[in-house]
């Protein structure tokens, strides 16, 4: 499947923990950045938010609305996919700002599910346990690894 | 020898539905800003390690030094 997804830029530290990409769309450019920090040996939170140029950081949940939503969620997939591959052994989690938020993460991942699951595994958290993600569950947080990794 | 002709009706019937899809590019670019310690960032990575705290990890999962 081809989605749709914007070009990215990748910071040039080894680590490659910082990326930045151009949500273009009717309310004009708005610069997203997406970092990966580290919470605990070995495990990553993806956070992602819109730059304010003017302050250099990044608005605190803000929604945009800039048209371009599944574009922008690719995009983020995208980079995230290209993290874990990166740093094998290492499990990423992914957790909305609101419910709201999370569902909408919850809704791409059931949409893309099958090529997600080519490379990667994606455990869905409820009721504090954690279980192999099924579309049509609705989750807390999500745990993304590469396939087969740690089990 | 004869040609058949398509009626301009069924002609103009015809759509052709076409969608772009943009390749992502890739760059490597110094121009990256370095978030480690922007505040939302760090509020959402205190966020993310209480509910690990709460609830932990998958059983049997144990990640490999980063």
Do not use: C
């Not at chain 1, 290492?90 to 938020?101: D, M, P, R, V, W």
């Amino acid at each position: 499947m081809h989605l749709d997804r914007y070009s990215y830029n990748s910071s040039t530290n080894k680590a490659n923990l910082d990326y930045e990409f151009e949500s273009i769309g009717p309310k004009g450019t708005i610069m997203k950045v997406v970092r990966f920090l580290e919470i605990s040996e070995g495990i990553y939170n993806l956070g992602f938010g819109d730059l304010d140029i003017s302050t250099r950081k990044i608005k605190d949940d803000v929604i945009t609305n800039n048209g371009d939503t599944e574009k922008v969620l690719s995009t983020v997939a995208l980079i995230a996919r290209d993290f874990i591959l990166k740093h094998p052994g290492i499990i990423l989690f992914i957790e909305g700002t609101s419910k709201a938020k999370t569902r909408l993460y919850q809704i791409n991942i059931s949409k893309y599910l099958e090529e997600i699951k080519q490379d990667l595994e994606i455990q869905g958290s409820r009721n504090d346990e954690w279980e192999l993600f099924r579309k049509d569950t609705n989750y807390d947080a999500f745990i993304a690894m590469p396939r087969k990794s740690g089990f | 020898m004869s040609v058949a002709k398509k009626s301009s009706k069924s002609a103009a019937r015809k759509t052709t539905r076409t969608k772009t899809i943009t390749k992502a590019k890739i760059v490597v670019s110094d121009a990256v800003g370095n978030y480690e310690h922007d505040p939302y960032f760090v509020k959402k990575a205190a966020s993310a390690k209480a509910f690990l705290e709460r609830v932990g990890l998958p059983k049997g999962f144990v990640p490999k030094a980063s």
